[in-house]
């Protein structure tokens, strides 16, 4: 039996191949509300000439639109890199119920590495944080992007 956690971040793992295809780190980002995928976005930073152009910011941007609100309560966030202090502060003021990432980012990460964004005091919503799914394979798509690049 495939666990359901799987589908969104296998999801979210073809569009960081997709965005490591297209010349972007590869990092993919899924928002899902009661089982359905809202929004499904992968980075574009260098196609939009826009350095906020995160695969978790368009993918909030993208499910605010579907459900025509400002907050996404009750949604989870896929996302195959810990998420960096710019959309973890976007995950914060949205209220995403949960984020679910892959491989964990020790330079530029806001979560679980760097300023823990969600644990400090200003903080007004800390979403549940579950880490590592899929990290391997995260891990590997950057490392090889990476490399490519030296």
Known sequence: MTDPIEKPMDLALRL???????GEAPIGAVIVENGRVLAAERNRMQAMGDPTAHAEMLAIRSALAARGTGRLDGCDLYVTLEPCAMCAGA????????????????????????????????????????GGL??????????????SLR
């Open 134 to 147: 899929s990290s391997a394979r995260a891990q590997a798509l950057l490392v090889a992007f990476f490399k």
């Open 16 to 22: 960081a191949e997709e965005a490591a295809a297209h």
């Open 91 to 130: 995950i914060a003021h949205t209220r995403l119920r949960r984020v679910y990432f892959a491989a964990e980012d020790i330079k530029a990460g806001a979560v679980e590495n760097g300023v823990r964004l969600f644990d400090q005091p200003s903080c007004h919503h800390r979403p549940e944080v579950i």
